[in-house]
């Protein structure tokens, strides 16, 4: 089909999507993309939406990737998070002293400390006439 048979909103269709830029192809785009939508990623999947369903939906808005790229960013994305968190556990640790350990109380005879509630009751009935 030539550009003499395209109507004039085709060709100002044309035109546009000439002048867009191909993100994709932009060296890490796919994986900033992936990071940036970690959580609702996670989210989505928690709610049993599965890869290719946000493959899919990812391509349908201009980025094509794959259900394996998708996978294996999110994945990767998702185990720095953990790294970075379990390193900063490790530092808060190192920070703080040691934990002391509780002071153990005895424990109390509760029925040798208090006094017989039968007798007291017995004791307030005749204190009282």
């Known amino acids: ?10 060709k100002a269709i044309a035109k546009k999507i000439d002048r867009t830029k191909d993100k994709a192809s932009q060296p890490g785009y796919l994986r900033k993309l992936v990071a940036k939508l970690h959580l609702r990623i996670e989210a989505a999947l928690a709610r049993g939406c599965e890869y290719d369903d946000l493959a899919q939906s990812i391509t349908e808005m201009g980025v094509k990737i794959s259900t394996a790229t998708l996978k294996q960013y999110h994945t990767e994305h998702r185990r720095q998070l953990e790294k970075e968190a379990g390193e900063i ?14 002071e153990i ?3 109390i005879n509760t029925q040798s400390n208090q006094p017989d509630r039968k007798q007291s009751a017995v004791d307030k009935l005749f204190a009282s006439k």
């Not at 089909?1 to 085709?10: A, I, K």
């Not at 556990?89 to 509780?102: F, I």
């Open 1 to 10: 089909m030539n550009q003499s048979e395209l109507s004039p909103l085709e």
């Open 89 to 102: 556990s490790e530092t808060v640790d190192s920070v703080l002293p040691p934990e002391q350990p509780k």
């Open 105 to 107: 109380k005895p424990k």
